[in-house]
């Protein structure tokens, strides 16, 4: 079985789909593994890392995916690369498919069989393939580190003889991957730290990492909670008492990140622009949802903004932020996914349609859309690549980070 390792030509983008480590770790369950050149410079990754590892390098896109059983990416392939992945050929990535159903259509017509790493159901033995987790992990810490970068005081109290500085006050809005661990980072930091979720079985976690859990009304927030945990919709009065209150709550804070996301749907919108005029001059807020619409109502994607003293963070890919460790994460979370259905007689990928893992991720197989929330919108008819026009690829498409 051969890997193909494709470099990522989306804007911005630093992650690589493999590294040293699961190099060799492919070679020892039998695969070959060709690695596009470069595919890990952005990462620190050099072509030299690779081939110490037994991975062989070849010039361009192209070459890589000549004769590639499985190409791994970390981003949906851009028009370009789409056009060089052989029919047949497995393609497993972060897909994006909910931000760009049209793309779903095209790997079918392809006959590309996509994978979306992005959709990996999160019951116990898919835990160390999900990506989300991992990358929202990163994206929580460097939520919280980029915070502290332009905030313009220290984070922790600090007694010196000259007095005392008090510790700043951080507001986390989401308590699921990414929220848990800026809770963490930031009160390693020292800062004080709250937080709040639409769940109420968030509070324990909240507490356990010594953060305080807030809500207005925590015995409404107890019987809207359904047997498994989830939150049912709350009534709008009391919607209209946790906004009141999270207002009052945000006009206290020196920091505050949110990290609600709805998969394929926009992200919730949790901090208006008065919520954000109240805050003191030299605050700052950090949108992790800034990629899938915003959490905050002034945020813009990519851009570090100030209005009225307050500072607005809108990093896109704050993961790729932290490249070499993301990539690290993400390339690990690819190898045990593929080794855990690796036949090892054959050399092959044993994905059984059936399995609840290979059901929830696969898009396409066999030049047809299968997915379920997919198949029923089209019906995709295999055609020859060379009747594909550019079109048909999928356009740029990002990675959702937390599903709070």
């Known amino acids: 079985m051969k890997l193909a390792v494709l470099?990522?030509?989306?804007s911005g983008e630093t992650r690589v789909a493999a590294t040293q480590e699961t190099v060799k770790k492919f070679i020892s369950l039998g695969a070959s593994v060709v690695v596009q050149s470069g595919a890990g410079e952005a990462a620190r990754f050099a072509d030299a890392d690779y081939q110490s590892a037994g991975a062989s390098i070849s010039p361009s896109a192209a070459d890589a995916a000549q004769g590639a059983d499985i190409i791994l990416k970390v981003l949906a392939p851009s028009s370009e690369e789409l056009r060089v992945i052989g029919r047949g050929s497995k393609l497993i990535a972060i897909l994006s498919a909910y931000k760009d159903p049209?793309?779903?259509?095209?790997?079918a017509r392809l006959g590309v069989d996509a994978m979306a790493m992005e959709l990996m159901p999160r019951i116990t033995r898919a835990q160390s393939m999900d990506v989300l987790s991992s990358q929202s992990n990163l994206a929580g810490y460097k939520a919280v580190i980029d915070a502290a970068a332009y905030y313009g005081r220290a984070l922790p109290m600090m007694m010196t003889a000259a007095g005392t500085i008090a510790p700043a006050k951080v507001f986390i809005m989401g308590a699921g991957v990414a929220g848990l661990q800026a809770i963490a980072t930031a009160r390693r930091l020292?800062?004080?730290?709250?937080?709040?979720?639409?769940?109420?079985?968030?509070k324990e976690q909240v507490n356990s990492l010594g953060a305080t859990f807030v809500t207005v009304d925590e015995e409404a927030m107890k019987e809207a909670e359904t047997e498994g945990g989830y939150a049912k919709e709350m009534s709008q009065d009391f919607q209209s008492r946790q906004a009141e209150f999270v207002a009052g709550h945000i006009a206290k804070q020196d920091i505050v990140i949110t990290t609600a996301l709805i998969p394929g749907r926009p992200a919730p919108k949790l901090v208006s622009a008065d919520m954000v005029r109240s805050m003191k001059p030299g605050s700052v807020i950090v949108d992790l949802a800034v990629e899938a619409g915003g959490n905050v109502e002034l945020s813009r994607a990519g851009e570090a903004i100030e209005t009225g003293g307050v500072t607005i963070l809108g990093f896109n890919n704050v993961p790729g932020r932290l490249a070499a460790d993301a990539s690290s994460l993400y390339a690990r979370n690819i190898y045990n996914f593929i080794a855990a259905f690796f036949d090892k007689d054959t050399k092959s990928l044993d994905a059984d349609p059936e399995d609840a893992i290979i059901k929830a991720i696969t898009l396409t197989r066999g030049g047809a859309v299968v997915h379920e929330a997919f198949a029923a919108k089209e019906e995709a008819e295999p055609v020859l690549e060379a009747e594909?026009?550019?079109?048909?690829?999928?356009?740029?498409?990002?990675?959702?980070?937390?599903?709070d």
């Open 388 to 403: 594909a026009e550019p079109d048909d690829a999928p356009e740029d498409t990002t990675d959702a980070e937390d599903e």
């Open 102 to 107: 049209d793309s779903v259509a095209a790997y």
């Open 190 to 202: 020292g800062a004080v730290v709250s937080a709040t979720d639409v769940r109420f079985a968030a």
């Open 7 to 10: 470099k990522e030509t989306r």
